[in-house]
């Protein structure tokens, strides 16, 4: 068998009616003989250990998992050690009750590739009621409008009043600080608030009584801008200011002219005395460009 250079190269088969010479024999993976290809298989050399291949599998009752029965080993040796090792009783409900559309009178099962979530109620429904419409959602929650931290500061009144409690200490503690700050910036924005009314009132008054009918220079006219100290109305801020330096302030009258801080237009050069009213004519009168 062989040959001088391969002396071990091929066997014979197993078989008794067979014995054939075979180069590239076949060893079965349960009796462990040597076949040629027509007798590789079980049933074409009687396997006596074909049965032992195969694999048998218990639905457990309690978790709906499968049970592996070992072949040379006891069934309850092997019940017994999924029951104390990998039982879980709460996978029973996820394997047999599937879930399913929650609009009534569908019946689909929701699945992997068939789910979706409504963004507005947070619900899983199927590919045929994804919409709002079809499955009657609510829509989004709508946002509380009232102080964003009254319900924190209701929570820590509350538990401020539970005594021995030493979490209620720390909770207390934190709550009175708290209300403190912002007591103390709430009075200080007040106090800013009637400060700055108080000086524009007195600013105006001085400018009302001080103002005259009209300048002599030739330079007045009908504007939206006015000087506080004469009274006379200028088209833009910059005439305006041309005016106090030279009429004003030569005439030695330049402590009475009001030095409130005014916002320009860049590109019509109007004037404003708050920012927020200069970026709503930006927006309003040259669609949102502040391009000269």
Known sequence: MGTPQFPDLGKHC??????????????????????????????????????????????????????????????????????????????????????????????????????????????????????????????????????????????????????????????SKWATNFLSAASTVRASAEAGMTKLSNEISQAWQTATNSASPSSSNGRGGIGPEECPQCGTRFSSVTNLVEHVQKVHEKGGNQSRVLQLPMEVCPKCSKGFRDPVALVEHVERDHRGTSKA
């Open 14 to 171: 197993s078989v008794e009616d067979c014995k054939l010479i075979d180069f590239l024999p076949f060893t079965c993976d349960r009796c462990r003989q040597v076949f040629c290809l027509e007798h590789r298989s079980y049933t074409e050399h009687d396997c006596p250990k074909a049965d032992s291949n195969g694999v048998t599998v218990v639905i457990c009752p309690l978790c709906a998992k499968g049970v592996r029965l070992i072949p040379d080993e006891d069934p309850n040796i092997s019940w017994e050690v999924h029951v104390n090792t990998e039982c879980d009783p709460s996978n029973y409900d996820k394997v047999t009750k599937k879930r399913k559309c929650p609009v009534r009178g569908c019946r689909e099962v929701l699945t992997f590739s068939n789910t979706i979530k409504c963004r507005d109620c947070t619900q899983d429904h199927c590919l045929k009621h994804r919409f709002g419409q079809d499955h009657s959602c609510p829509g989004p929650k709508k946002p509380d409008a009232s102080f964003p931290f009254m319900g924190l500061l209701k929570r820590s009144k509350k538990e401020a009043s539970k005594p021995n409690r030493a979490t209620t200490v720390s909770s």
